[in-house]
């Protein structure tokens, strides 16, 4: 099964009363360090401050009324969770978020706080989720998946067509990289328009799944790492489905950037654009800055995923680089 523009066009209408439409900025200071004329998508500035909730709409939206009444279940800390819980409230369905043992209690809160169920099971990713498929047996509840789903990379993929209504100029685009539901749903978007339009992903240097994944000709499983990225860790899975050949058909090119590089982003863009942009939302800016990318007087969009970031930690690597 194969994922159109028009699944992309579906996705914006079915989502447009829950996800927000971001701005897309100038960038002058990037603009003058690469001579290209680079423009910001600000998915730092999306509800629950990460794209993901585009997803997780246009998936919960495309529940039956029968799995609506079961409830859904999600395995993640991060954004995705995050994103499953705020969407399922606002529709009034019950979410699971299982994660581990080693959740921070940070994080436990937020979570808490959206009125989803946490499921608190076991030492690691793997165990937690083998507590989600025990509550699928059990009752019956749906997994909602954070990328190998075609309704997610739809969702994701309305970035897309927000980038083309706004800059249809653009000619190459930067997005950060772990699963690949996101850069998949905005290569849909932006390729049917224009094949030309040159598609970038950026990860970290630790862990990078999708990149060996891609040089194996295989999908491969790798040992998460920790970096400042940690939205980008996690696995494509084995069995992936649909983001591996979505990435393979249309991604150009792959970058990987260094720990330090993203630390270096993340200050620049505090203090350039006042923004506060998570480890994983900054990697496009980094490759930039180390001149990994080479724009040539284009028309660049770098996607600014999400800004879910401690903030001390945030505000430390910004003043040991003042
Ligand atoms: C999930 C996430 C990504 C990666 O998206 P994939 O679809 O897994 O490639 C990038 N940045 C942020 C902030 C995320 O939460």
Redesign the pocket.
């Known amino acids: 099964m194969s994922i159109t523009q028009q699944d992309v066009f579906q996705a914006q209408h079915a989502i447009r009363a829950i996800a927000r439409r971001t701005p897309l900025v100038p960038a002058e200071a990037l603009s003058a360090l690469t001579g290209a004329q680079v423009r910001l998508k600000l998915e730092t500035l999306q509800e629950t401050g990460?794209f993901?909730v585009r997803g997780a709409a246009n998936r919960l939206l495309a529940l039956t009324p029968e799995e609506r009444a079961r409830g859904v279940v999600a395995v993640s800390t991060?954004?995705?969770g995050r994103a499953v819980a705020h969407v399922c409230r606002r529709l009034g369905i019950q979410a699971s978020i299982c994660v581990s043992e080693r959740v921070p209690p940070n994080k436990v809160r937020m979570l808490e706080q959206t009125g989803a169920s946490l499921v608190i099971h076991g030492q690691s990713q793997d165990e937690a989720e083998e507590r989600a498929t025990a509550l699928i047996a059990e009752h019956g509840l749906t997994m909602i998946h954070?990328?190998d789903d075609p309704l997610i990379i739809a969702g994701?993929g309305t970035i897309g067509l927000e980038i083309l209504t706004n800059y249809p100029q653009v000619d190459t685009v930067l997005v950060?990289?772990?699963?690949?539901?996101?850069?998949s749903g905005i290569a849909v978007a932006l390729k049917a328009a224009n094949p030309a339009i040159r598609m970038i992903g950026i990860s970290m240097e630790e862990g990078a799944v999708m990149y060996y994944s891609l040089r194996a000709n295989r999908p491969l499983q790798m040992p998460e790492a920790d970096t400042l990225a940690d939205?980008?860790n996690g696995g494509i899975g084995l069995e992936n489905r649909y983001t591996y050949e979505l990435v393979r058909r249309y991604v150009d090119e792959v970058i990987l950037v260094p720990e330090e590089a993203i630390a270096d982003a993340m200050a620049f863009t505090l203090r350039e654009h006042h923004l506060v942009v998570?480890g994983?939302?900054a990697v496009g800016i980094a490759a930039l800055m180390r001149g990994q990318v080479k724009p040539m007087g284009r028309h660049l969009v770098v996607v600014l995923?999400?800004g879910n970031v401690d903030l001390a930690l945030a505000l430390r690597i910004a003043q040991e680089r003042a």
Do not use: D, M, T, V
């Open positions: 990460a993901k991060g954004n995705h954070p990328f994701q950060p990289l772990s699963g690949g539901g996101l850069i939205s980008l998570e994983a939302g995923s999400g």
